[in-house]
């Protein structure tokens, strides 16, 4: 089947399609340009709105921060309840300024939602059916057992090599400690939910008590444990099986062929999402927060180096061609803030590299819950960086127990928003470090969010390709 052959003409981005003697590579490299295209115009548009569309909420609420700021060091010093009174009114003002602010900017927020929840739809009903005949192909449960072991091997390893270097970064820079940010009130509440380790629901949240929940409500890591279970349970029952696997072969391409439909919207969605953010953000938040956003960036740069210099010592110089394939996957994820939008064009860009189609089906869902690489080098950065922020010096000891505990919650939280932040939460309670000081980052988290996106594609695509290797799936 030819996944990139789009049968639907979408203005303006039309001439994506039926051009060229080469087809293929032409709609390929034309969908690249026009995300570029999208991507420059957005943030070009956003630097424009936010120096004269919203300019006016972005100041009002750059006054209400100082107004809160100074009632707040006024009532640190004499405790009254009419200050108190006063911040809360101040904080209400703020969160109205910034929902008029975020209605002026809707229409372009709507171009990223709507692309997203098409992506969002497709995902769930991608992963069971590709992720079934993946493990009924396999045809038996020692074979899922071994890629599942090889898989999960390299899957912790990575993970822990993205904490430790970011553990490592954040303690050479120090970036809390020379930033001197005024800081957040300790006791602030942020209307994030918390978190913090527990075995119960760890369990609970690998497995489902329903799978249509699961499917409504994209939980990943649940679907993939009743796909493994179901594919398996397929390939016992032997030839009354391949029914069922023809049947899902087709529903594996059918959704693929939605795809292709879906993805003409991606110079729309990139071009929304940049404007939006760059509205909301403008330069003075870059400005201030430059020294952060500049190390976290150097160290994923140094992530990307890493992953790909382990992958070399596998696939050999093929790792070149296989990033170069991940381009669009990875600036779709980078442009939206979201690895879930580059999902689909990741699984058909991985079987066009030559992985084997039940290992791409079987290790990449697995990799949503279990190997966001760019998430977990954030999570110990940002903590890491609160607690220099607060002047809490944490021993290494300390430091490698965080890290392990953060290892264990971050998995499988892919589908919830914002999970990061809240797994980060539940951490910082954990040591006794002021969660407020996620306030620090709330406001560049989407600009880190982005960098994140992207670095989980790489890894994820980095991944596929060395299991394929190990199981001698990895095609020329």
Same mark, same amino acid.
């Given at each position: 089947?030819?996944?990139?052959?789009?049968?639907?003409?979408?203005?303006?981005?039309?001439?994506?399609?039926?051009?060229?003697?080469?087809?293929?590579?032409?709609?390929?490299? =034309?969908?690249? #340009?026009?995300? %570029?295209? $999208?991507?420059? /115009?957005?943030?070009? @548009? *956003?630097?424009? !709105?936010?120096?004269?569309?919203?300019?006016?909420?972005?100041?009002?609420?750059?006054?209400?921060?100082?107004?809160?700021?100074?009632?707040?060091?006024?009532?640190?010093?004499?405790?009254?309840?009419?200050?108190?009174?006063?911040?809360?009114?101040?904080?209400?003002?703020?969160?109205?300024?910034?929902?008029?602010?975020?209605?002026?900017?809707?229409?372009?927020?709507?171009?990223?939602?709507?692309?997203?929840?098409?992506?969002?739809?497709?995902?769930?009903?991608?992963?069971?059916?590709?992720?079934?005949?993946?493990?009924?192909?396999?045809?038996?449960?020692?074979?899922?057992?071994?890629?599942?072991? =090889?898989?999960? #091997?390299?899957? %912790?390893? $990575?993970?822990? /090599?993205?904490?430790? @270097? *970011?553990?490592? !970064?954040?303690?050479?820079?120090?970036?809390?400690?020379?930033?001197?940010?005024?800081?957040?009130?300790?006791?602030?509440?942020?209307?994030?939910?918390?978190?913090?380790?527990?075995?119960?629901?760890?369990?609970?949240?690998?497995?489902?008590?329903?799978?249509?929940?699961?499917?409504?409500?994209?939980?990943?890591?649940?679907?993939?444990?009743?796909?493994?279970?179901?594919?398996?349970?397929?390939?016992?029952?032997?030839?009354?099986?391949?029914?069922?696997?023809?049947?899902?072969?087709?529903?594996?391409?059918?959704?693929?062929?939605?795809?292709?439909?879906?993805?003409?919207?991606?110079?729309?969605?990139?071009?929304?999402?940049?404007?939006?953010?760059?509205?909301?953000?403008?330069?003075?938040?870059?400005?201030?927060?430059?020294?952060?956003?500049?190390?976290?960036?150097?160290?994923?740069?140094?992530?990307?180096?890493?992953?790909?210099?382990?992958?070399?010592?596998?696939?050999?110089?093929?790792?070149?061609?296989?990033?170069?394939?991940?381009?669009?996957?990875?600036?779709?994820?980078?442009?939206?803030?979201?690895?879930?939008?580059?999902?689909?064009?990741?699984?058909?860009?991985?079987?066009?590299?030559?992985?084997?189609?039940?290992?791409?089906?079987?290790?990449?869902?697995?990799?949503?819950?279990?190997?966001?690489?760019?998430?977990?080098?954030?999570?110990?950065?940002?903590?890491?960086?609160?607690?220099?922020?607060?002047?809490?010096?944490?021993?290494?000891?300390?430091?490698?127990?965080?890290?392990?505990?953060?290892?264990?919650?971050?998995?499988?939280?892919?589908?919830?928003?914002?999970?990061?932040?809240?797994?980060?939460?539940?951490?910082?309670?954990?040591?006794?470090?002021?969660?407020?000081?996620?306030?620090?980052?709330?406001?560049?988290?989407?600009?880190?969010?982005?960098?994140?996106?992207?670095?989980?594609?790489?890894?994820?695509?980095?991944?596929?390709?060395?299991?394929?290797?190990?199981?001698?799936?990895?095609?020329?």
């Amino acid at each position: 089947m030819d996944q990139e052959e789009f049968d639907v003409d979408i203005v303006p981005f039309q001439n994506i399609i039926f051009m060229s003697q080469h087809p293929q590579s032409s709609k390929k490299n =034309k969908l690249t #340009l026009y995300i %570029f295209i $999208a991507l420059a /115009l957005g943030i070009g @548009l *956003g630097f424009v !709105l936010n120096a004269y569309y919203v300019q006016v909420d972005n100041v009002q609420i750059a006054q209400i921060d100082a107004e809160i700021k100074t009632f707040k060091a006024a009532n640190a010093a004499m405790g009254s309840a009419d200050i108190a009174t006063s911040i809360q009114s101040l904080n209400e003002k703020k969160t109205a300024v910034l929902k008029s602010r975020d209605a002026k900017l809707e229409p372009f927020s709507l171009m990223a939602d709507i692309f997203l929840r098409l992506i969002k739809m497709i995902v769930a009903p991608l992963v069971f059916s590709t992720l079934v005949v993946g493990v009924a192909k396999l045809g038996d449960i020692k074979a899922v057992g071994r890629i599942g072991g =090889k898989t999960l #091997l390299w899957f %912790f390893s $990575a993970s822990l /090599l993205s904490l430790a @270097l *970011g553990m490592f !970064l954040v303690n050479l820079f120090e970036p809390g400690a020379h930033m001197n940010l005024p800081l957040p009130d300790a006791n602030a509440e942020l209307g994030l939910q918390k978190t913090a380790f527990s075995l119960k629901s760890f369990l609970y949240h690998i497995f489902p008590t329903s799978i249509f929940e699961s499917l409504a409500n994209n939980e990943i890591l649940q679907i993939v444990v009743f796909s493994l279970l179901f594919g398996t349970a397929t390939a016992a029952i032997g030839e009354h099986g391949k029914i069922l696997i023809d049947f899902f072969e087709v529903v594996a391409d059918v959704i693929l062929k939605i795809t292709g439909y879906v993805m003409n919207l991606a110079p729309i969605a990139v071009f929304g999402a940049m404007t939006a953010v760059i509205a909301k953000q403008g330069a003075g938040i870059l400005a201030t927060y430059s020294i952060f956003i500049g190390e976290f960036y150097l160290g994923l740069g140094m992530l990307w180096v890493l992953l790909i210099l382990a992958a070399f010592l596998f696939i050999g110089g093929r790792v070149i061609t296989l990033i170069k394939r991940m381009k669009d996957p990875a600036l779709l994820a980078f442009s939206t803030s979201s690895s879930e939008a580059a999902f689909p064009k990741m699984m058909m860009e991985l079987e066009r590299f030559g992985c084997g189609k039940k290992i791409v089906s079987f290790v990449l869902p697995l990799g949503y819950s279990f190997n966001l690489d760019g998430s977990m080098m954030y999570m110990t950065f940002a903590s890491l960086f609160i607690a220099q922020s607060y002047g809490i010096h944490l021993p290494i000891a300390t430091q490698i127990s965080m890290l392990l505990i953060l290892m264990l919650t971050s998995k499988g939280i892919a589908g919830v928003p914002r999970a990061s932040l809240v797994v980060i939460a539940g951490t910082l309670s954990t040591f006794n470090i002021p969660e407020a000081g996620l306030a620090l980052l709330l406001g560049i988290d989407p600009i880190l969010d982005m960098g994140r996106s992207a670095t989980n594609v790489i890894g994820n695509s980095v991944a596929t390709a060395v299991v394929s290797k190990w199981e001698g799936e990895l095609h020329h």
